[in-house]
């Protein structure tokens, strides 16, 4: 296994295909506030923590990358990877995520996150313990499943195109920013404060659950060019 402290200064493989695998060991990697950049030909697996500061994380594998233990402590996480991306360790405090990926992206995280600007084949999953803000364009070839089990989530400029969307919050959904979406299936639950607010740009079909579990909070589903099929969703609030 490789591993290595990184002081004060930039860590960046120039040739990325002069090297087949990145394996950060159980010493980890931990920066003094430079940014981090880990390119491997074949997969980035990390099985220790991996603490950039204020700095950013940048993973590009030609494989998969797979978080195996420990902790990410970044400002920003930007994963490129052919395969899956999957950072989902208990412990991650990721201030902003943006994913490309040929593969399924999944992420845990325990502090306040911004989704930037990704690009995914296949699954995105995002299960954050606090507020999310969707600042760029969210594109997934399959579902995205967008969680804040103690937070809210907002739409912060961006907008979220996949074929299904799963979105649950404890403190509201788009009650700053409206959350827009361009999704063909929409499944919505907030339980605990807050309003929610949904603008689709097409046709959507309600699935799972819409509600609002929120004393007295407002539950709203603006489409724009398309119509509301409720299917068997249970609409509540």
Same mark, same amino acid.
């Given at each position: 296994?490789?591993?290595?402290?990184?002081?004060?200064?930039?860590?960046?493989?120039?040739?990325?295909?002069?090297?087949?695998?990145?394996?950060?060991?159980?010493?980890?990697?931990?920066?003094?506030?430079?940014?981090?950049?880990?390119?491997?030909?074949?997969? !980035?697996?990390?099985?220790?923590?991996?603490?950039?500061?204020?700095?950013?994380?940048?993973?590009?594998?030609?494989?998969?990358?797979?978080?195996?233990?420990?902790?990410?402590?970044?400002?920003?996480?930007?994963?490129?990877?052919?395969?899956?991306?999957?950072?989902?360790?208990?412990?991650?405090?990721?201030?902003?995520?943006?994913?490309?990926?040929?593969?399924?992206?999944?992420?845990?995280?325990?502090?306040?996150?911004?989704?930037?600007?990704?690009?995914?084949?296949?699954?995105?999953?995002?299960?954050?313990?606090?507020?999310?803000?969707?600042?760029?364009?969210?594109?997934?070839?399959?579902?995205?499943?967008?969680?804040?089990?103690?937070?809210?989530?907002?739409?912060?400029?961006?907008?979220?195109?996949?074929?299904?969307?799963?979105?649950?919050?404890?403190?509201? !959904?788009?009650?700053?920013?409206?959350?827009?979406?361009?999704?063909?299936?929409?499944?919505?639950? %907030?339980?605990?404060?807050?309003?929610?607010?949904?603008? %689709?740009?097409?046709?959507?079909?309600?699935?799972?659950?819409?509600? %609002?579990?929120?004393?007295?909070?407002?539950?709203?589903?603006?489409?724009?060019?398309?119509?509301?099929?409720?299917?068997?969703?249970?609409?509540?609030?």
């Amino acid at each position: 296994d490789w591993s290595s402290d990184v002081c004060s200064s930039d860590l960046r493989e120039r040739d990325p295909a002069s090297v087949a695998e990145v394996n950060v060991g159980a010493g980890g990697l931990r920066s003094a506030g430079g940014d981090v950049v880990l390119r491997a030909a074949d997969a !980035i697996r990390l099985g220790g923590a991996v603490e950039s500061g204020a700095g950013a994380l940048t993973l590009i594998s030609g494989a998969a990358i797979e978080q195996l233990a420990c902790r990410i402590a970044s400002a920003g996480v930007r994963s490129e990877s052919v395969g899956d991306t999957t950072l989902a360790a208990a412990g991650n405090a990721i201030g902003r995520f943006a994913a490309v990926s040929g593969g399924d992206v999944s992420l845990v995280n325990g502090v306040a996150l911004t989704l930037g600007a990704s690009d995914v084949t296949g699954d995105l999953d995002i299960e954050n313990t606090q507020a999310v803000g969707v600042a760029d364009r969210v594109v997934a070839g399959g579902r995205v499943r967008l969680v804040s089990a103690a937070g809210g989530i907002d739409g912060a400029g961006g907008r979220i195109e996949a074929g299904g969307l799963n979105v649950e919050a404890a403190t509201g !959904i788009g009650g700053g920013t409206a959350l827009e979406t361009q999704v063909a299936t929409l499944s919505v639950d %907030n339980t605990t404060s807050g309003d929610v607010r949904v603008v %689709n740009a097409g046709d959507v079909v309600l699935a799972g659950r819409f509600r %609002n579990q929120a004393r007295g909070g407002a539950l709203t589903l603006t489409v724009d060019d398309g119509a509301i099929d409720t299917g068997d969703a249970g609409v509540s609030s």
